[in-house]
């Protein structure tokens, strides 16, 4: 169910003086953080590919299902983060074949696969900590792979390194590119 944020934090009924929006507000102003940033990611590629879900599936076994049949895993990394760093962080993404879990079936598959057909690395490439704005597209870039590609080349490998993930010949795109990539990447 899709929420608007007006809804109030109540004791059996009973309206308390703070609502979602308040939580929404505590809970995900910092945009930055690992795992925010992720679902920034994953967001804005539904965007691209023009889905618009009414809520996060959370735990399935592949971020994004298009009614086409199309699965799309997202990762996310950046330079910065949130807490106070001495220098960039490495740039690097979890290409884990894993068991999955369908959140529609409520099964784990039975053998450790990395169940999208193609992946999409999500960089949020800003080089300013002062000026990193993970809401300003312009600031990261796309890279799309077919995941064949990564099982050909990768294995059972957990980790990428953008080193070797270039090397694998992804195609970088920035945000208005993105859902053509992908096409591309799923005709692979």
């Not at 169910?1 to 059996?12: I, S």
């Not at 804005?44 to 049949?69: F, H, Y």
């Not at 995941?147 to 957990?158: H, M, Y």
Request: net charge negative; with cysteine; glycine share 6%.
């Amino acid at each position: 169910m899709r929420r608007t944020g007006d809804e109030p934090f109540h004791a059996d009924g009973s309206a308390l003086p703070f609502d979602l929006l308040s939580f929404w507000q505590w809970y995900a102003s910092d945009l930055a953080g690992n795992a925010l940033r992720g679902c920034i990611a994953e967001y804005l590629v539904l965007q691209a590919l023009g889905v618009n879900p009414a809520v996060r599936q959370e735990w399935d076994a592949v971020d994004i299902k298009l009614t086409s049949g199309l699965t799309v895993e997202v990762k996310s990394s950046a330079y910065h983060q949130s807490w106070a760093q001495k220098m960039e962080s490495p740039i690097g993404f979890s290409i884990a074949p894993a068991l999955g879990w369908d959140a529609t079936t409520g099964e784990n598959a039975l053998k450790s696969i990395r169940p999208a057909k193609v992946y999409v690395f999500c960089l949020l490439g800003h080089h300013e900590r002062e000026t990193l704005d993970p809401l300003n597209v312009s600031q990261w870039t796309f890279y799309v792979l077919a995941t064949r590609i990564l099982d050909d080349k990768a294995g059972s490998q957990k980790k990428i390194n953008l080193a070797s993930l270039l090397r694998l010949n992804p195609e970088a795109v920035d945000y208005t590119g993105l859902k053509a990539a992908v096409a591309r990447a799923a005709a692979l």
